[in-house]
């Protein structure tokens, strides 16, 4: 498949587990959402099939670069626009396949909760291409999800836009093109959704001090040369294993993410690890785009430890039976995936027919709960002990005014050095 491609660009783990995981347990608090957010069981018209593309452009170019430069808020991502829901934008640009009619639109429950959780190939501020790319089902009722890993490279159409790889949809207009563009091709409307960049990831496995991977494939001529067997990984490490590709084997890279999926969320799970959620959650404020608070992923916490018993999550992913290899037309010699939306809905279904499956709980359950209850108090007792006790006649002071160093004669601000707190 030619020579080995090494890009470090893709990576959604430290989504999935320090938002995805919890996320999941949504059927605890009630099953909100912002409001506003219309979610796949809403009562909402379907999409108008484009038959016929066009020649010329139909949106003006200016529109286009105001859109990719617009950041995405929480607000824009739940607002109730009902004229996005009735049709689909015509193409910008003419394409270099013909655009396929929408793909029909998955029964849903109204209980089952779908999620994009997106990892991207850049570090902020910029967007860059969203290579890892993850819906999620969940059911909150029987405490199971299915998650589904997307090729960054399938070609699809994105609406307003042109035929292209999904992994731009993102950079090309936010997270609403990246929305419309899973409705149109996969026939599912994420109600909210979770990005994170390559540091995030690295960081977390950093934090959690390294995982012990299984590798079945070895991977002699990239990260330093990976051998088969157990290999212990730091966070370097395991970015550069979940973001090898061999040529166009996407399908090896997806599974050695899945792969990775599951052992971090084990080991969050175990131990009282998720007591340390608010450390994390401050070290990663302001890196990972996400609409979820604190407070709800605090909520979120007991759900997390059921999703942690055996068999409670199910991996999917679109692989080489659902895509085939096409060159696009031109100079550029690219290759991308062809999608087979038959053979792409016969995965999605499997997925959500997997979680309409009630089964009961192991006594695993309460042993994380034991644990996590036991961090809880040992971090409880370690604050009262290490907090000084206040004198008992307080003297009164005089207030202290901070005066801002732009106020300040004589005294100006010093720029932060960019990068990771």
């Given at each position: 498949?030619?020579?080995?491609?090494?890009?470090?660009?893709?990576?959604?783990?430290?989504?999935?587990?320090?938002?995805?995981?919890?996320?999941?347990?949504?059927?605890?608090?009630?099953?909100?959402?912002?409001?506003?957010?219309?979610?796949?069981?809403?009562?909402?018209?379907?999409?108008?099939?484009?038959?016929?593309?066009?020649?010329?452009?139909?949106?003006?170019?200016?529109?286009?670069?105001?859109?990719?430069?617009?950041?995405?808020?929480?607000?824009?991502?739940?607002?109730?626009?009902?004229?996005?829901?009735?049709?689909?934008?015509?193409?910008?640009?003419?394409?270099?396949?013909?655009?396929?009619?929408?793909?029909?639109?998955?029964?849903?429950?109204?209980?089952?909760?779908?999620?994009?959780?997106?990892?991207?190939?850049?570090?902020?501020?910029?967007?860059?291409?969203?290579?890892?790319?993850?819906?999620?089902?969940?059911?909150?009722?029987?405490?199971?999800?299915?998650?589904?890993?997307?090729?960054?490279d399938l070609y699809v159409y994105?609406?307003?836009?042109?035929?292209?790889?999904?992994?731009?949809?993102?950079?090309?207009?936010?997270?609403?093109?990246?929305?419309?563009?899973?409705?149109?091709?996969?026939?599912?409307?994420?109600?909210?959704?979770?990005?994170?960049?390559?540091?995030?990831?690295?960081?977390?496995?950093?934090?959690?001090?390294?995982?012990?991977?299984?590798?079945?494939?070895?991977?002699?001529?990239?990260?330093?040369?990976?051998?088969?067997?157990?290999?212990?990984?730091?966070?370097?490490?395991?970015?550069?294993?979940?973001?090898?590709?061999?040529?166009?084997?996407?399908?090896?890279?997806?599974?050695?993410?899945?792969?990775?999926?599951?052992?971090?969320?084990?080991?969050?799970?175990?131990?009282?690890?998720?007591?340390?959620?608010?450390?994390?959650?401050?070290?990663?404020?302001?890196?990972?785009?996400?609409?979820?608070?604190?407070?709800?992923?605090?909520?979120?916490?007991?759900?997390?430890?059921?999703?942690?018993?055996?068999?409670?999550?199910?991996?999917?992913?679109i692989g080489w039976d659902q895509?085939?290899?096409?060159?696009?037309?031109?100079?550029?010699?690219?290759?991308?995936?062809?999608?087979?939306?038959?053979?792409?809905?016969?995965?999605?279904e499997a997925a959500l027919s997997?979680?309409?499956?009630?089964?009961?709980?192991?006594?695993?359950?309460?042993?994380?709960?034991?644990?996590?209850?036991?961090?809880?108090?040992?971090?409880?007792?370690?604050?009262?002990?290490?907090?000084?006790?206040?004198?008992?006649?307080?003297?009164?002071?005089?207030?202290?005014?901070?005066?801002?160093?732009?106020?300040?004669?004589?005294?100006?601000?010093?720029?932060?050095?960019?990068?990771?707190?």
């Amino acid at each position: 498949m030619g020579e080995p491609l090494l890009k470090h660009r893709n990576f959604l783990l430290a989504v999935l587990i320090l938002s995805g995981m919890i996320v999941f347990g949504l059927a605890l608090q009630g099953c909100q959402i912002e409001d506003g957010a219309p979610t796949t069981g809403d009562n909402i018209d379907w999409v108008t099939v484009i038959e016929t593309p066009p020649t010329i452009f139909e949106t003006n170019i200016d529109q286009i670069q105001d859109q990719t430069e617009r950041e995405p808020t929480a607000q824009e991502f739940d607002q109730d626009d009902q004229s996005f829901w009735l049709s689909f934008p015509l193409p910008a640009i003419q394409p270099a396949t013909p655009i396929p009619p929408p793909f029909e639109r998955l029964e849903i429950d109204d209980h089952i909760l779908v999620w994009a959780l997106l990892g991207t190939d850049t570090e902020p501020p910029f967007s860059g291409k969203t290579q890892a790319i993850h819906l999620v089902f969940i059911n909150p009722r029987f405490s199971k999800a299915s998650l589904i890993s997307i090729p960054g490279d399938l070609y699809v159409y994105i609406p307003g836009f042109t035929m292209q790889r999904l992994s731009t949809a993102y950079a090309l207009g936010g997270i609403e093109t990246l929305r419309m563009t899973l409705a149109y091709n996969f026939g599912v409307l994420p109600s909210r959704f979770v990005l994170a960049h390559p540091g995030d990831f690295q960081w977390l496995v950093d934090d959690i001090n390294g995982i012990e991977v299984t590798v079945f494939q070895p991977i002699p001529h990239a990260c330093g040369g990976i051998h088969a067997g157990v290999i212990p990984m730091d966070g370097t490490l395991a970015l550069c294993y979940a973001s090898f590709r061999d040529g166009m084997d996407e399908i090896s890279r997806m599974q050695r993410q899945q792969q990775l999926l599951q052992l971090i969320f084990h080991n969050l799970t175990r131990n009282g690890n998720l007591a340390k959620l608010p450390t994390l959650f401050a070290s990663y404020q302001g890196w990972i785009k996400t609409d979820f608070s604190l407070p709800e992923l605090m909520g979120f916490i007991p759900l997390a430890l059921r999703l942690a018993d055996p068999d409670r999550i199910g991996y999917f992913l679109i692989g080489w039976d659902q895509l085939s290899l096409w060159e696009v037309p031109g100079y550029s010699q690219a290759m991308v995936f062809l999608p087979d939306q038959e053979a792409i809905k016969y995965v999605l279904e499997a997925a959500l027919s997997t979680i309409m499956i009630p089964s009961p709980l192991t006594n695993q359950v309460q042993t994380l709960e034991a644990q996590l209850t036991a961090a809880q108090q040992a971090t409880a007792t370690f604050l009262q002990q290490s907090t000084p006790m206040p004198p008992n006649t307080p003297t009164p002071t005089e207030p202290f005014e901070l005066t801002p160093p732009w106020e300040t004669p004589g005294i100006s601000a010093t720029p932060t050095t960019p990068g990771y707190p």
